[in-house]
């Protein structure tokens, strides 16, 4: 069984502070991780991905993760927040299972990220 | 680039209606997904399928079916829908373990 939880449902921060974003997992096998962003309007966004490898994944508006497997979290930071950074932000995880099954792909409930002049 | 395309973007139905919610993606991919999102709720999967006629049942599969008879398209039915089924819908497609390219959505309305 898999399960993700975002601590968190809205962050505010001001314009040029850091932005942390929470995320636990529970997986009974070694994870993929990802964090995608979705605009006002629009679908979802890959950020990042953890697959295996390096544990500090970085991702692309300047967004990084890094994977803690002993604290089983995946927190989202940026560090200077911009106003188009305002989204809402949701974490992922995706068990790491061999050929032949499904991998299914479990979403948090997602967290409201506002950003303040 | 990665395209799935789901075949709605609004839907009003009304109540008792069987409704088909298509998906296609061009990636040939194995894994495809249908959720829904709901406000606070995030996304919540419905049903996901690994290869061609195999689906495997999500989190809220009650009150929707699946069909994919090829690789390339997951449909979403609901066979009778309701009001509690309005909701945004949301196909997804991924190779096994890689990130999940997303449609934009359905906007699905029940009366």
């Known amino acids: 069984a898999q399960s993700v939880t975002q601590l968190g449902s809205h962050v505010s921060v001001s314009e040029g502070a850091l932005v942390l974003l929470r995320c636990n997992y529970s997986?009974?096998?070694?994870?993929?991780l990802f964090w995608y962003v979705q605009y006002p309007n629009q679908g979802l966004q890959l950020l990042l991905k953890y697959t295996t490898g390096a544990t500090l994944v970085k991702g692309i508006n300047g967004f990084e993760a890094e994977f803690k497997k002993s604290e089983t979290s995946f927190h989202l930071t940026k560090p200077s927040a911009h106003m188009s950074d305002a989204a809402e932000y949701f974490c992922a995880v995706s068990l790491h299972i061999n050929t032949g099954t499904a991998s299914k792909l479990t979403f948090g409930t997602g967290t409201r990220l506002q950003v303040t002049l | 680039d990665v395209k799935v395309t789901q075949s709605s973007r609004y839907l009003v139905k009304r109540t008792g209606e069987k409704v088909f919610l298509e998906c296609v993606q061009d990636m040939d991919h194995e894994n495809m997904f249908w959720y829904r999102q709901d406000p606070g709720l995030g996304l919540r999967l419905i049903y996901f399928s690994y290869d061609v006629k195999m689906k495997e049942k999500g989190d809220i599969p009650e009150g929707y079916s699946v069909s994919r008879e090829k690789k390339e398209r997951f449909s979403l039915i609901l066979e009778s829908a309701s009001t509690n089924q309005t909701s945004m819908y949301l196909c997804?497609?991924?190779?096994?373990?890689?990130?999940?390219?997303f449609g934009q959505g359905t906007r699905l309305t029940v009366v």
């Open positions: 997804a497609s991924s190779l096994i373990g890689g990130e999940a390219f």
């Open positions: 997986s009974s096998v070694p994870p993929y």
